[in-house]
């Protein structure tokens, strides 16, 4: 009886030294298994972590509130979800459709002053969408309204006094010229005094031509 019980304990003591070792051995094993340096990634692993969808991102506390610019925060950056990642378009943007708010407490510090612990609320995202890119407004120059209208009143003073005029207004003084001396010798010399100006002042417009060589007739 006593050596059954002998070879009992025996076997006992066997089995549980076998099973240590193997725990021993197993645990070293999965040690090195998470700190293999020269892991692969499915690729598959890598797609989906780099797809649109809410991760941790640290965030500066004056990108939340850049009106207190007067204050310091301790801590000054906060972990929150933010919508991140790649989508499979350059046209698509990776945007939040749905979101919510959480309040964390920060110590504002005011400088020589004071310092107090306060709630402040961060808002976070929940859900991502790839959506369309908005189009980019691009402000064009406006000329300045003076220039413009210069340029379109030469035009039309060109457009609209020919030189044409010059030689209607020519032929009808040309034809008073023949008429008799006897008729109006006076203004027939009058005329001809008005022809030779206006042919010499070429470079002003044909009505201030005209009224000037009138005006110097009119004084002769």
């Not at 070293?28 to 991102?57: H, L, N, Y």
């Amino acid at each position: 009886m006593n050596f059954l019980l002998t070879w009992i304990h025996c076997g006992l003591a066997a089995l549980l030294y076998f099973h240590n070792a193997k725990v021993l051995q197993a645990a070293p094993a999965q040690e090195d298994g998470e700190k293999q340096p020269d892991e692969v990634i499915p690729f598959m692993t890598v797609f989906e972590r780099s797809a649109c969808r809410p991760i941790e991102t640290m965030v500066d506390i004056y990108q939340e509130y850049p009106d207190e610019v007067e204050y310091m925060f301790k801590p000054s950056c906060v972990l929150l979800m933010k919508c991140g990642g790649f989508c499979n378009d350059e046209a698509l943007e990776c945007v939040p459709t749905e979101v919510y708010n959480v309040s964390m407490e920060i110590m504002k510090l005011r400088h020589f002053q004071s310092q107090h612990i306060q709630l402040m609320s961060f808002q976070q995202h929940s859900k991502c969408q790839c959506r369309q890119k908005k189009p980019m407004r691009i402000k064009q120059e406006k000329k300045s309204k003076r220039g413009k209208g210069k340029g379109q009143k030469r035009k039309r003073k060109r457009a609209r006094y020919k030189p044409q005029n010059l030689y209607v207004f020519a032929s009808c003084a040309f034809r008073l010229c023949l008429l008799p001396i006897s008729f109006y010798s006076p203004l027939k010399s009058k005329l001809l005094l008005a022809l030779h100006l206006i042919k010499q002042s070429k470079e002003q417009t044909i009505f201030t031509r005209i009224s000037k060589s009138l005006v110097l007739v009119v004084a002769l």
